[in-house]
Every structure is written in structure tokens, then in C-alpha cells.
């Protein structure tokens, strides 16, 4: 049976081991099958006898032929009272430098994160105390129960510091987006300052007053993430904001330009040529509006403002244009009749008090915005032909002295495109007559009348003819063969001495005796 021997003097270390020893014994032997000797070392015989076993020190205590000496052997018996084995303590010895190391890692660790290590291991503190205090080897068993202990507070401290660092990423992140909404709302500041019609100052508080400050989240991962999402969505919301103003750099400077004043007479222009008030009660509802500057309260306002602002600059445009046709004095009505349906469409549109003041200046916008530069085009070159009118009228002047009847398409010293022009210029200055069939004459004598009679007269005859082939084809035309000889009948009591009286006779015969003549084309084309 193994055996352990255990060396004592009457010091008091060697009094503690020899108690320990004492209540060990009945475990010892029945649970490891050890007995225990005790040999005290009070004479000289006893001495050579322990130093022949190898004790030169004591107490000391020997198992299995390993001696462990003073402090080793307090020590051991505490390890046995520990519920040691006296198997474990024979186990080999390895350096503690490794386990030190790792604990004075641990505490700076936790230093530079400023955590408390009893707040994520409460045992860390005893733990790391007992391996500071450990000697330079100890047992191995004692070693790998050490590194467990040391495992779980590397482990929990670990943990802690993914949160730390993630903590310390997320506050950064939040800063830093946190900067980027206080720029926006500066630069905003600045950009507004520089219209000088924007007050944004309830806006602007809005603004501030979502963004969540990251410093008074303290170390609140959840106010954190809030504050980066509320910061992201500002920086957007302030870029759509800043973009918005932009765009209404040029229409801005329009809307002062009407508070001055500077639209009004292209306004009661507009109104005159369309025969309405819709254009100065627009330019009077945006004076009245905006007046006092413009305010934001809400982004909502910004929506309200441009729809007014981009309405208002395209407006402008028109006017603007409309100042070329103003200068050319060419009426509008006359320059949009080449237009046509489109041009009638938004005359009736503006004329109509049933429709939006809103909506008319939209259609009307629009339309300013298709037509209205070409139509100012047109009038800077009729504008720059009318200088040539006083020569060609005198032109047309001296062919009516000779011929007293001239055809519009005769005149080849005018360009085709102004002969009509010229001609509704002289009959507006009643320098001449329009004739039917595009003729012309300067002055309405009994010649001219005889002239006119004659051709009438002839078109009258031309037509009983044509009447009567188609009769013979069996269709039945009393009504228009009745109508022609009451033309014919009134044509030949017309007496053209009485010029004004007899041209507006054969004006009137002239106008019939086309629709009689339309009227026929028509069942002949069936």
C-alpha cells in the first residue's frame, strides 16, 4: 500500500501540517489507499535518518518518492484539504508566467474600455488576484484550472468589447452624419439669405428640431441607430429642399421683377389683345400673394410655390415675347390667326370667367410657351417689312391711277408673302378698295362699278348654264335657277352712278351668287 511520510519538527508550520495531516488520514486511506507515517525530527538520530530520506528541511512531507519542503508542504496539505488527490500533487510543474500575462492583458484591456471586470465576471477580481500572488511553477492540474477561469473572463470580456467597438463605430457614424445636418441646415441658411424674398425660419426650426444630438445618446445603442436614421433622412430631406430653392433662382428674380411692377404693362397689353382681365388679375393675385416674401413653414409650401413660380416664369417668357409684337404694332389676333384652332381654343379659354384663373394661365403658359417666340419671331421680320410699306403702297398707289382695277397677284414688285399685308394696310388707311376675287381698286368710280357689274353679270349667266346642263341630268335645281334670276334681276336695276349704293349691292349679289355656286360644286362632287 502507498504511503505518505510526513516530517515534522515543532515549529509552528510543522504544528499546522501535522493537524491537517491528522484529519486527512481516514479520508486518505480510504479514498486514495494511502497511509500516513508521521515522523518527528527532534534528535540527532531522527535528523540523519530524514536526511538520508532526503529532508534536509522542514516540515516536509513525502509521497511516492517526491519531497515537498516548508512552503510547498503547507501547500500541499492545503491542496489535499482542497479535495486534492495525493496522486494530482505528484503531477508535474509548469511555469505561472503565461497566466500572469494574460491577467495584467485582461485588466489593461478593460483599462482602455473603461469596463469594470466584476460587472461581466464577478469572480475576476479573486481570480486574477490569486495568479498575480502564484509562484513562479505551479501544478499543472492548478495551472489548467487557472486558464479555465481565465478563459470565461477573456471570454465575457471579449463579448463586452464587439459592444464597445461596435458602440464606439455606431457614435462615430452618428457624429459624423450628425455634422453633415448641421452643414445642411447651414448651407440651407445661406442659400435662402441669398434670395432675399425667403424667410424659412419655422422650417428651419423643424428641421432642427428632429435631429437627434449622438452626445445625449451616452452609450444607448438603440438612441444611436435612432440618430443615424433621423440624420439620414434630414440630409435628403435638406438636399430635395436646397434643390428645390435652386430651381427657383430664375423664377425668384421673376416674381421680384413683377412686385416691382415690371409686368404690368405687358399684362394690360395681353388683356387688350385678348379682350379679358385674366392676365392682370394673375400679375395682381401674385402681388397680393407674395408681397410680403415668401414663407415656408413646411416642405408642403415649397410644392405651393413652385407650381405658382413656374407658372409665373413661363408666363413671363410669353410677355416678354409679347414686348416684340407690341413694338412690331402688329395686333396678336392677327399674328395668331396663322396658328389657327389652337390659337381660337385658348383665346375662348382665357375669355371664359367659368374657368381657374389657375388653369387659364396654364393653358395659356403653354400655349406662350409653343408659339409665342416664333410669333415674336414673325414680328421682328414684319416689324423690319413694314419699313418697306410706304414704297410698295406707293407701288400699288400708281397702278390703280393707270388701271383703276388691279388682281393682288399683279403686284410683282412686293413679295408674295406681304402682298395681302400691304393691301389690309392701304384698305385700313382707305387708300384702297378690296374688289371679290382679289382685286383691288384705289377709288370707287362709276368705271370701276361698270367693271364690277359686268363681271358679276357674267359669273350670273355662266351659272344658269351649268344649272341647266345639270337639269338635263336629271336633277331638279328650281330653288337655285329662282335664286339666280332674282340676282340677275337685282343686278340689272343697279344703277352704278350711285357708286357707295351700287358696290355694296354687288358686294351683296357677289357673296350669294358664291354660296349658289359652292352649292352646285357640292351635288356635283356627290
Given at each position: 500500500m502507498p504511503r505518505i511520510d510526513v516530517y515534522l519538527s515543532d515549529d509552528k508550520t510543522s504544528l499546522y501540517v501535522e493537524k491537517a495531516i491528522n484529519t486527512l488520514k481516514p479520508s486518505l486511506k480510504?479514498?486514495?489507499?494511502?497511509?500516513?507515517?508521521?515522523i518527528k525530527v527532534n534528535n540527532s538520530t531522527a535528523a540523519l535518518m530524514a536526511l538520508k530520506e532526503g529532508v534536509d528541511e522542514l516540515p516536509a512531507i513525502k509521497i511516492s518518492g517526491r519531497i515537498f519542503k516548508v512552503v510547498e508542504a503547507e501547500k500541499a496539505v492545503n491542496l489535499l484539504l482542497s479535495g486534492k488527490s495525493p496522486d494530482e500533487l505528484l503531477e508535474r510543474k509548469v511555469s505561472s508566467e503565461a497566466l500572469k500575462k494574460r491577467a495584467e492583458n485582461i485588466l489593461r484591456n478593460a483599462e482602455s474600455m473603461s469596463i469594470s471586470l466584476e460587472s461581466i465576471a464577478p469572480q475576476a477580481g479573486?481570480?486574477?488576484?490569486?495568479?498575480?500572488?502564484?509562484?513562479?511553477?505551479?501544478?499543472?492540474?492548478?495551472?489548467?484550472?487557472?486558464?479555465?477561469?481565465?478563459?470565461?473572463?477573456?471570454?465575457?470580456?471579449?463579448?463586452?468589447?464587439?459592444?464597445?467597438?461596435?458602440?464606439?463605430?455606431v457614435k462615430s457614424q452618428a457624429e459624423d452624419l450628425y455634422k453633415q445636418v448641421l452643414d445642411g441646415v447651414s448651407s440651407l441658411k445661406e442659400i435662402i439669405s441669398r434670395t432675399q424674398i425667403v424667410k424659412a425660419d419655422a422650417l428651419i426650426r423643424s428641421l432642427e428640431s428632429e435631429v437627434i444630438n449622438p452626445s445625449?445618446?451616452?452609450?444607448?445603442?438603440?438612441?444611436?441607430?435612432?440618430?443615424?436614421?433621423?440624420?439620414?433622412?434630414?440630409?435628403?430631406?435638406?438636399?430635395?429642399?436646397?434643390?428645390?430653392?435652386?430651381?427657383?433662382?430664375?423664377?425668384?428674380?421673376?416674381?421680384?421683377?413683377?412686385?416691382?411692377?415690371?409686368?404690368?404693362?405687358?399684362?394690360?397689353?395681353?388683356?387688350?389683345?385678348?379682350?379679358?382681365?385674366?392676365?392682370?388679375?394673375?400679375?395682381?393675385?401674385?402681388?397680393?400673394?407674395?408681397?410680403?416674401?415668401?414663407?415656408?413653414?413646411?416642405?408642403?409650401?415649397?410644392?405651393?410655390?413652385?407650381?405658382?413660380?413656374?407658372?409665373?416664369?413661363?408666363?413671363?417668357?410669353?410677355m416678354e415675347a409679347g414686348i416684340i409684337v407690341r413694338r412690331s404694332g402688329v395686333?396678336?389676333?392677327?399674328?395668331?390667326?396663322?396658328?389657327?384652332?389652337?390659337?381660337?381654343?385658348?383665346?375662348?379659354?382665357?375669355?371664359?370667367?367659368?374657368?381657374?384663373?389657375d388653369e387659364k394661365m396654364l393653358a395659356v403658359s403653354a400655349f406662350l410657351s409653343k408659339h409665342m417666340?416664333?410669333?415674336?419671331?414673325?414680328?421682328?421680320?414684319?416689324?423690319?417689312?413694314?419699313?418697306?410699306?410706304?414704297?410698295?403702297?406707293?407701288?400699288?398707289?400708281?397702278?390703280?391711277?393707270?388701271?383703276?382695277?388691279?388682281?393682288?397677284?399683279?403686284?410683282d414688285r412686293i413679295p408674295k408673302q406681304w402682298r395681302e399685308a400691304v393691301i389690309d394696310d392701304m384698305v385700313e388707311k382707305k387708300m384702297a378698295?378690296?374688289?371679290?376675287?382679289?382685286?383691288?381698286?384705289?377709288?370707287?368710280?362709276?368705271?370701276?362699278?361698270?367693271?364690277?357689274?359686268?363681271?358679276?353679270?357674267?359669273?350670273?349667266?355662266?351659272?344658269?348654264?351649268?344649272?341647266?346642263?345639270?337639269e338635263i341630268m336629271g336633277m331638279n335645281?328650281?330653288?337655285?335657277?329662282?335664286?339666280?334670276?332674282?340676282?340677275?334681276s337685282k343686278l340689272e336695276t343697279t344703277d352704278p352712278s350711285d357708286v357707295v349704293s351700287a358696290y355694296n349691292v354687288l358686294i351683296e349679289i357677289d357673296k350669294r351668287l358664291k354660296e349658289i355656286e359652292n352649292r352646285l360644286k357640292e351635288m356635283v362632287s356627290r
Open positions: 480510504k479514498l486514495y489507499g494511502y497511509d500516513v507515517r508521521i479573486d481570480v486574477i488576484k490569486n495568479i498575480r500572488n502564484l509562484e513562479s511553477e505551479i501544478y499543472e492540474s492548478e495551472f489548467k484550472e487557472l486558464d479555465l477561469e481565465l478563459r470565461e473572463i477573456e471570454d465575457a470580456l471579449m463579448r463586452e468589447s464587439k459592444k464597445f467597438h461596435k458602440i464606439k463605430e445625449s445618446c451616452g452609450e444607448d445603442a438603440s438612441c444611436l441607430e435612432k440618430s443615424i436614421d433621423m440624420s439620414r433622412n434630414l440630409i435628403s430631406k435638406i438636399s430635395s429642399i436646397r434643390g428645390d430653392i435652386s430651381s427657383l433662382e430664375k423664377p425668384l428674380l421673376v416674381l421680384k421683377r413683377v412686385i416691382a411692377g415690371e409686368f404690368d404693362d405687358s399684362a394690360a397689353w395681353f388683356d387688350a389683345e385678348f379682350k379679358t382681365s385674366a392676365f392682370s388679375d394673375f400679375i395682381r393675385r401674385i402681388k397680393g400673394k407674395y408681397a410680403d416674401g415668401i414663407v415656408f413653414s413646411s416642405i408642403s409650401d415649397i410644392d405651393k410655390v413652385k407650381k405658382d413660380l413656374s407658372l409665373l416664369d413661363a408666363m413671363a417668357s410669353g395686333s396678336l389676333d392677327k399674328l395668331i390667326t396663322t396658328i389657327g384652332n389652337e390659337a381660337s381654343s385658348i383665346i375662348n379659354i382665357v375669355r371664359d370667367d367659368s374657368i381657374d384663373l417666340r416664333s410669333l415674336a419671331s414673325v414680328a421682328e421680320v414684319m416689324e423690319e417689312a413694314k419699313r418697306m410699306f410706304p414704297i410698295w403702297e406707293r407701288y400699288v398707289s400708281s397702278l390703280l391711277e393707270s388701271r383703276n382695277i388691279v388682281k393682288v397677284e399683279e403686284l378698295i378690296r374688289l371679290p376675287d382679289g382685286k383691288v381698286t384705289g377709288k370707287l368710280r362709276k368705271e370701276v362699278i361698270e367693271s364690277y357689274k359686268l363681271e358679276v353679270g357674267s359669273r350670273i349667266n355662266k351659272t344658269f348654264k351649268i344649272v341647266s346642263k345639270m335645281l328650281a330653288e337655285q335657277e329662282k335664286e339666280l334670276r332674282e340676282l340677275l
